[in-house]
């Protein structure tokens, strides 16, 4: 697959923007490779500027849920235009996508948009100390809310961590008020949480982890999460930017049946373009400037375009039915998948998935938190990655995420997946 094209402009890029990318992953520096550079997408693929096509399962880390260029959306944006692109004041089209997620998430009564899913995190946390006026986050070791301060924090050994700083820059002042335990480890949970001398203010979670590659719930651990934090008067907030209209309409609060007090959203509700959102209880929203005392802005917040793309995608994934079809065909893909993989290396392959969001681990599992997928065999699943978009099927360039499965990704898209999966997979065993 030739690349020149690309190789040239990643050494331009690097010359002016730090390590050629706008966000580190893109960069492919874990899976041993140069990136390729997209020209544009449409339906399941994406063409790099060599003109190579590939079917794409990143999907942009979660947002095309309907696959590329969606027409439906790619109109919305294109009316939206016409009227202008921002104006720095509240607009119809605000209204009606927040309505669109009071009405599909149980636990939303009202909702704030911002630009993006780190905004929303960072700001909600913010909300749950000055609503709470308690200072301790707790978050998960292998959860990741974007790059905030306080959710920079390296999942230190032992079980109750007060958060060390995880990148150059976040000081120790920030992140002492952040304390990371293992992700489904009730009997860690509920220590920390019952510990009198923390004063938390929320447990931040993402109800199915996707920044550790996919790991999902252990049973009744969210439930026992939220009857700790409601028993302790500690705010739950449910970092949605993945599930959130990724494994059902309602999201994982919806799916298992858990109203948390804050939920974070982005990704799949912007449509593409750059959305995030918080929104709870109203009791605890009101709070929020300048309605209450704890302040949040953003210039481009509620952007016109991009909440006409949130709009036109979340009309699409209400209509009966939507979720049934998609999970029923991941459900069919995952397996086969499963089954190549297990052919080939029934010792050193796991498959978890949620829905249509899925990782296959080089790792004999099961991968239920950070310390078990971070035995993942991380050059096993390089040299799988470049093998894989060789062959024109474009994954995650790293271990630690998720291969998304779209509305667009036909029968046809995903037997294809499959026969190059196995060819592949016959390769890496030699
Ligand atoms: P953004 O600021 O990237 O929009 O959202 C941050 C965020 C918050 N919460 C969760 C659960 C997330 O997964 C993310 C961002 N996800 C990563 C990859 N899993 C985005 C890709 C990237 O960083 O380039």
């Known amino acids: 697959m030739k690349t020149d094209i690309s190789n040239s402009m990643f050494r331009k890029a690097q010359t002016l923007i730090p390590g050629g990318v706008n966000s580190p992953v893109r960069a492919c520096k874990s899976v041993g490779c140069d990136p390729v550079f997209i020209e544009r997408a449409a339906g399941s693929r994406v063409y790099d500027v060599d003109g190579n096509s590939y079917t794409d399962f990143v999907c942009s880390w979660g947002p095309m849920i309907l696959g590329h260029n969606y027409p439906a959306v790619a109109d919305a944006i294109r009316q939206a235009l016409e009227n202008g692109t921002s104006f720095g004041a509240p607009t119809p089209l605000e209204i009606d996508l927040a309505e669109m997620v009071v009405d599909a998430l149980p636990s939303v009564e009202m909702v704030r948009f911002v630009s993006s899913g780190t905004e929303a995190t960072m700001s909600a946390i913010r909300l749950a100390r000055g609503y709470t006026g308690r200072n301790i986050v707790v978050k998960f070791d292998g959860g990741y809310h974007g790059h905030a301060d306080s959710f920079l924090v390296k999942a230190g050994s032992g079980v109750i961590t007060l958060g060390i700083p995880g990148s150059p820059g976040v000081p120790d002042d920030i992140v002492k008020n952040t304390i990371s335990i293992p992700y489904n480890n009730l009997e860690k949970l509920e220590e920390t949480l019952r510990n009198e001398e923390l004063d938390i203010a929320c447990v931040i979670i993402e109800p199915v982890a996707g920044n550790m590659g996919v790991v999902a719930p252990a049973p009744g651990f969210l439930k026992k999460l939220r009857k700790l934090t409601e028993e302790l008067g500690i705010l739950l907030i449910f970092d949605e930017v993945i599930t959130g209209f990724r494994v059902s309409l309602g999201g994982a609060q919806a799916k298992f049946g858990i109203n948390p007090d804050l939920t974070c959203l982005g990704k799949i509700i912007g449509g593409g373009l750059p959305v995030g959102a918080y929104g709870g209880k109203k009791e605890i929203m009101a709070y929020i400037s300048p309605e209450g005392p704890v302040y949040q802005a953003g210039t481009l917040s509620g952007n016109p375009l991009a ?29 086969q998948l499963f089954n190549i993989a297990q052919k080939y290396m029934p010792d050193n392959t796991c498959m978890n998935r949620v829905g249509s969001v899925l990782t296959t681990f080089f790792a004999k599992g099961p991968v239920t938190d950070f310390e078990s997928a971070m035995k993942s065999d991380t050059n096993m699943y390089g ?36 026969e190059k999966t196995e060819s592949v997979f016959r390769k890496l065993i030699k």
């Open 307 to 335: 909440m006409a793309a949130g709009k036109a995608t979340l009309t699409a994934l209400s209509e009966p039915g939507f979720y049934d079809k998609l999970d029923a065909k991941s459900d069919k893909f995952a397996e």
């Open 383 to 418: 040299r799988y990655y470049r093998e894989m978009r060789a062959a024109g099927i474009y994954l995650a360039p790293a271990q630690f995420e998720g291969m998304f499965i779209s509305a667009a990704h036909s029968e046809e898209d995903l037997a294809v997946t499959l």
